[in-house]
């Protein structure tokens, strides 16, 4: 059952994604060479203590961490580990969420470690981060769920990759719905598949976290023998974005950007809802 919000309750998503965009720009001037990912887990903790919020990634599921750190060709669920120590040239996906007054906030970012990057990295990276905002535009009063799907794949599908090939858009993870709970229904996928229908209409009060997964590659993955580290199985490196963001009847609202979503979405022409904390 997909869990509609009052406005009331959006708000205090809205407290909840401010503390995941606390955690982002901290473990992002944290992620530096020599850095280990168990550092980065620490710093998001004490973030998380600041705010008063809890995690809601420690023990989901019985994840052992705060925050998942997939480094280079892990895709997704990587665990910070002492033993992982950050290199100049290497990418790291940091996803993490935060639970205020019982309501969740849930995003990702990608992460240059260091510089010297080569080009198609940037741009999968690149590529990656904008389908998100094209599947936030798309959230729409009218639309269907599918429409959020189509807008993934579409952009993606159509950026040239350097070297010639397809981005692997990744099959087996995508976005969920969210509120009380960090993973809830709707299941959103990043392509269109039509054995699932157009999927529910997208009304006032729903909230998704978009978070598309793009390699270099395949779109196929396995999971290592810890359960949680997902891999791409040839090996190439993949790029993890994500926001929350609630459709409200003044259009969307990012919770978990700071500004709302407002520079991004205005790119696509659209005006974000004002924000309840402003």
């Given at each position: 059952?997909?869990?509609?919000?009052?406005?009331?309750?959006?708000?205090?998503?809205?407290?909840?994604?401010?503390?995941?965009?606390?955690?982002?720009?901290?473990?992002?001037?944290?992620?530096?060479?020599?850095?280990?990912?168990?550092?980065?887990?620490?710093?998001?903790?004490?973030?998380?203590?600041?705010?008063?919020?809890?995690?809601?990634?420690?023990?989901?599921?019985?994840?052992?961490?705060?925050?998942?750190?997939?480094?280079?060709?892990?895709?997704?669920?990587?665990?910070?580990?002492?033993?992982?120590?950050?290199?100049?040239?290497?990418?790291?996906?940091?996803?993490?969420?935060?639970?205020?007054?019982?309501?969740?906030?849930?995003?990702?970012?990608?992460?240059?470690?260091?510089?010297?990057?080569?080009?198609?990295?940037?741009?999968?990276?690149?590529?990656?981060?904008?389908?998100?905002?094209?599947?936030?535009?798309?959230?729409?009063?009218?639309?269907?769920?599918?429409?959020?799907?189509?807008?993934?794949?579409?952009?993606?599908?159509?950026?040239?990759?350097?070297?010639?090939?397809?981005?692997?858009?990744?099959?087996?993870?995508?976005?969920?719905?969210?509120?009380?709970?960090?993973?809830?229904d709707p299941h959103l996928?990043?392509?269109?598949?039509?054995?699932?229908?157009?999927?529910?209409?997208?009304?006032?009060?729903?909230?998704?976290?978009?978070?598309?997964?793009?390699?270099?590659?395949?779109?196929?993955?396995?999971?290592?023998?810890?359960?949680?580290?997902?891999?791409?199985?040839?090996?190439?490196?993949?790029?993890?974005?994500?926001?929350?963001?609630?459709l409200t009847e003044d259009?969307?609202?990012?919770?978990?950007a700071v500004d709302g979503?407002?520079?991004?979405?205005?790119?696509?022409?659209?005006?974000?809802?004002?924000?309840?904390?402003?």
């Amino acid at each position: 059952m997909v869990q509609i919000k009052t406005p009331e309750q959006i708000a205090k998503m809205r407290a909840a994604g401010l503390v995941v965009a606390a955690i982002h720009a901290a473990t992002r001037e944290a992620a530096v060479p020599g850095a280990s990912t168990k550092d980065l887990d620490e710093v998001a903790r004490k973030v998380l203590a600041e705010h008063g919020a809890k995690s809601n990634f420690l023990g989901y599921g019985g994840f052992p961490a705060t925050i998942c750190t997939s480094v280079n060709d892990v895709v997704v669920h990587g665990i910070p580990s002492d033993d992982v120590v950050l290199k100049d040239g290497d990418i790291i996906s940091i996803d993490c969420g935060a639970i205020v007054d019982g309501w969740h906030g849930d995003a990702a970012y990608t992460a240059f470690v260091g510089s010297g990057h080569a080009p198609e990295l940037i741009e999968l990276s690149r590529v990656t981060e904008e389908s998100m905002w094209a599947g936030i535009a798309a959230m729409k009063q009218g639309n269907r769920l599918v429409d959020v799907s189509r807008a993934i794949e579409t952009y993606i599908r159509r950026q040239p990759k350097p070297g010639g090939g397809r981005y692997g858009i990744i099959e087996d993870y995508g976005g969920h719905g969210i509120g009380t709970e960090m993973h809830m229904d709707p299941h959103l996928l990043n392509y269109v598949d039509r054995r699932r229908g157009k999927g529910p209409k997208l009304v006032p009060g729903l909230c998704l976290a978009i978070e598309p997964m793009v390699s270099l590659g395949t779109p196929r993955t396995e999971v290592l023998e810890d359960d949680w580290t997902v891999i791409t199985t040839d090996g190439t490196w993949s790029s993890h974005w994500e926001h929350s963001v609630a459709l409200t009847e003044d259009g969307p609202l990012v919770l978990t950007a700071v500004d709302g979503g407002k520079a991004k979405l205005a790119e696509h022409g659209i005006t974000v809802a004002p924000d309840p904390l402003a």
